[in-house]
Nanobody
Framework: QVQFVESGGGTVRPGGSLTLSCDVS????????MAWYRQVPASERDWVAT????????NYDVSVEGRFTISRDNAKNTIFLQMNSLKPEDTAVYFC????????WGQGTQVTVSS
């Protein structure tokens, strides 16, 4: 059974930083492009960033490009999202999944950016 466990969220002030982690079980992430998504209440889940199988050039939504960095550790079956220069509009629940996505969602981790 595939399971995604996101962690690392919290409350930070604008301009602050957070690093999210996603521990994956039941799936060898080394066989998939992986992605981060985010969702605010009453809205659809939006794509944030993707990293390819080999960790090549990542892709980012224009709203986070230059501030967020996605990375992966295939040996640990974990992906990360380093978030810098956070803005109030980054407030959301963040999820990881395979690119697509095609797997059941985890619980996500809440990120709140507020002064």
């Amino acid at each position: 059974q595939v399971q995604f466990v996101e962690s690392g969220g919290g409350t930070v002030r604008p301009g602050g930083s957070l690093t999210l982690s996603c521990d994956v079980s039941g799936l060898n992430i080394g066989r998939f492009s992986m992605a981060w998504y985010r969702q605010v209440p009453a809205s659809e889940r939006d794509w944030v960033a993707t990293i390819s199988i080999g960790g090549g050039v990542p892709n980012y939504d224009v709203s986070v490009e230059g501030r967020f960095t996605i990375s992966r550790d295939n040996a640990k079956n974990t992906i990360f999202l380093q978030m810098n220069s956070l803005k109030p509009e980054d407030t959301a629940v963040y999820f990881c999944n395979v690119e697509g996505p095609t797997m059941p969602w985890g619980q996500g981790t809440q990120v709140t950016v507020s002064s």
